[in-house]
């Protein structure tokens, strides 16, 4: 591939690309000439690494297109994670709220599950009427999700704060070690448990067909670019981070709009890639993105933030408000009704998008 050519393909890179450098020098002019200018570059930063985003999920959509289930979703949910991580990472540098990680991680949750399988499923459900996957793969995830909730984000409301360190780091030692017993059994005996034999007949209907750019890039240029995406991402969250907080300051916005903002960035190409799945009728695949994105939010991001809050010694609030927690155990009791008989429909993708709303309205009230 001929540098022009990959240029043009890649211009949602370059534009970010072109972003970082105009941001550098015209931060302090940004940030000096009040909050409307502040939030009117923090939103179009936003813009730019959502841009960027959509290439890094493109290229962890051509590796996962060579290497098949389940390792393929294994590597579209790990790039969201990692932009996300690093995000966060960033932000909480600069960021004085306390609740950030955990809000993040809240709001990840209710968008992947309720937002994006809610949605896909609606959808899907709408065109195609009931959709089929393979239950063992929901099943585990659910019960995963509410293990690993449960241990970091819930119980550490009982635990008293001069012990927070040592319940974190077993918290880190219990998140690795259920990560490395899930990788074990996505990879290897069990795989079998996250994907789904489509019949012929709806395979070639419903698959979709092998994108010739897709076809043409190489996997090497594909692990490139994602390494690129990352390091270009990382440094635009840098200044929309500097951006938001000077913007947001003193505004009256729900103290958990940064975190949606950062849950809304990572999660933006899996929207686009479920929706397409559904549509296309390969249910499995949704449910592999949708709940295997929330898993690994949790069960990563979490080890990585207390890790660094141990290292900093400065600890940061995990346990969620008791709003956030009844949205959690209504959504996964919810998921693990739905999800228990093999096939998604129009009401259970309903019920699932109502939860999302109900999110979203209790967010504005700042709750």
């Not at 955990?102 to 992947?112: E, P, Q």
């Amino acid at each position: 591939m001929g540098l022009s050519s990959l240029v043009k393909q890649e211009k949602f890179l370059v534009i970010a690309l072109a972003a970082v450098g105009i941001s550098f020098f015209t931060e302090h002019s940004i940030l000096e000439a009040g909050k409307p200018a502040s939030l009117i570059a923090a939103a179009a930063l936003i813009c730019v690494i959502i841009l960027a985003s959509t290439r890094v999920a493109h290229h962890a959509e051509v590796l996962a297109h060579k290497v098949g289930d389940p390792y393929g979703t294994m590597i579209l949910t790990l790039s969201a994670v990692a932009v996300e991580v690093l995000i966060l990472a960033i932000m909480m540098r600069t960021t004085t709220s306390p609740t950030l990680v955990r809000d993040t991680i809240y709001s990840a949750v209710m968008l992947d599950i309720n937002g994006i399988l809610g949605l896909a499923a609606l959808l899907g459900g709408l065109r195609h009427g009931e959709q089929p996957y393979n239950d063992d793969s929901s099943r585990t995830y659910s019960v995963m999700i509410l293990t690993a909730m449960g241990i970091s984000m819930m119980v550490p409301e009982f635990i008293p704060a001069a012990k927070w360190h040592y319940y974190s780091a077993f918290t880190i030692g219990a998140m690795i070690a259920l990560y490395a017993l899930f990788l074990r059994m996505q990879v290897g005996t069990h795989s079998y448990f996250f994907s789904y034999s489509y019949p012929r007949a709806k395979q070639a209907s419903g698959e979709p067909a092998p994108d010739e750019e897709a076809e043409k890039d190489s996997s090497a240029l594909s692990i490139a670019v994602i390494l690129a995406g990352v390091l270009i991402i990382g440094f635009l969250a840098e200044f929309m981070s500097a951006f938001l907080n000077i913007g947001l300051e003193g505004s009256g916005a729900p103290p958990a709009l940064m975190a949606v903002t950062v849950a809304v960035i990572s999660a933006a190409p899996e929207i686009l890639t479920a929706l397409r799945a559904a549509l296309k009728n390969r249910m499995q695949s949704v449910v592999n993105i949708a709940m295997g994105a929330s898993l690994s939010t949790v069960i990563l991001t979490v080890p990585v933030m207390e890790s660094i809050a141990l290292y900093t010694g400065q600890p940061f609030i995990m346990a969620m408000t008791p709003v956030q927690t009844v949205m959690v155990v209504i959504t996964l009791v919810v998921a693990a009704i739905n999800l228990n008989d093999g096939q998604t429909n129009a009401i259970e993708g309903m019920t699932h998008f109502v939860l999302f709303a109900t999110f979203i309205m209790l967010t504005l009230l700042g709750l």
